[in-house]
DNA sequence: GCGGCGATTGACCGACGGGTCAAGGTGCTG
DNA sequence: CAGCACCTTGACCCGTCGGTCAATCGCCGC
């Protein structure tokens, strides 16, 4: 049974990274529900006691999928960040490197969608949007104070808009929805976040680009 | 047991409704997988096989409630939405009227953002999206002969986006991540949407709510 | 070679809940 | 009244699956 105060050996911290790969790899194709304990067991060829072993309940395994994954996510929009751009230009980069992380992680931010949030982690889930926004909302206030964004407008809202125009298009894009190159999507969100951020035409001869 | 040929009266179909509501109310509150069958039928006063008189499955009940709400918030928009205005302000009337509806129905909604697509119904959900997308699609299309938008942009791009927006900001206000009045919400939607579309500050003097 | 601990096994448990069924109304029509 | 179609009941069936457990193995330090 499991323990929290154990102490993992080499093999032991292999044998749980290969439980949570297989994991990853079922969820992604056939969803939470539909994937048994056993069959995570089976992928990684062992027993399915041994999955207690390392993890207390099948949730907590989702839970750490989940949170490896954000940080990921985090990390890629961290490179794509011109530390030195002015803020709106920040906001779309990483707006648009957010988009090119989910394509290029597709099949699990497809399976995160379909996962019914009952009970299950809920919260995990908005936790990490929520500290998502609030990372571009400080971005938004910069640039209201710089004055290219209008400043009576909420920065929360604003930033809220941005992650939800990434989620949404990024959605479109892996379902189907939107048939174009992964690099015209992310320019397009790039654009349309920009676009809807400025006032009014007060962004000509920035480029999200250059 | 179920069928298809088969004649309801009166009491038939009030009953049917009867299981609809009951089940609306403990799906809301509870989410669809932590509601039984058999609660459904508790909380309507009848015994648990009178339920597959009237449903084949559990999940047709689902999607009868899916196809319900759809069907009701369709003509919200249509009772917004001023045939004789411009095409974009048609647009946003649209988006503000979807996003007041869903405030309305927050519990309804909050739980089909969290029902899992594992399978149930899937496509059910998506298929609804999609044709609100083509609708929107339709008056960009108008708009950019009335080079109300840029031309050069993909209708169906701006379209998804426009419905994603709704999506997103209803979902935000009702998780409370948006403490504002709804109204707020809904006009901040209708200048995001616009600004969005507009390719630069064409639309002075056109208000959404005049 | 012995004790201890991590690692591993797979049979087993137990509840849970969707769906079935045979029986018994009730009310109309012929 | 007979027959039929709709309606209602609740005990029962039964597959599913997360989670448990006692036993065993193998490695390491003493």
Known sequence: MYTTDRQL???GRERKQQLLDCAQTLFTARGYGATRVVDICDAA???KGLFYWYFPTKETLFAELV?????????????AIDPTADPLT??????????RFMAAHASFFAFLENVGVEGIVAGLL???RDV???DVAAQVVEAQALHLIDPDEDAALLASGVIGTVTHFSHAH???RIDLPIDSVALFVGRWVRQALVPESSSRGILTTP
């Open 9 to 11: 050996t080499d093999q």
């Open 45 to 47: 060829g062992v027993a």
């Open 67 to 79: 949170r490896s994954m954000r940080l990921r996510l985090r990390r890629a929009q961290a490179e």
């Open 90 to 99: 920040r906001i779309c980069q990483g707006a648009e490197a957010s988009v």
């Open 126 to 128: 908005n936790e990490g």
């Open 132 to 134: 998502h926004t609030r």
């Open 174 to 176: 892996r379902s189907g």
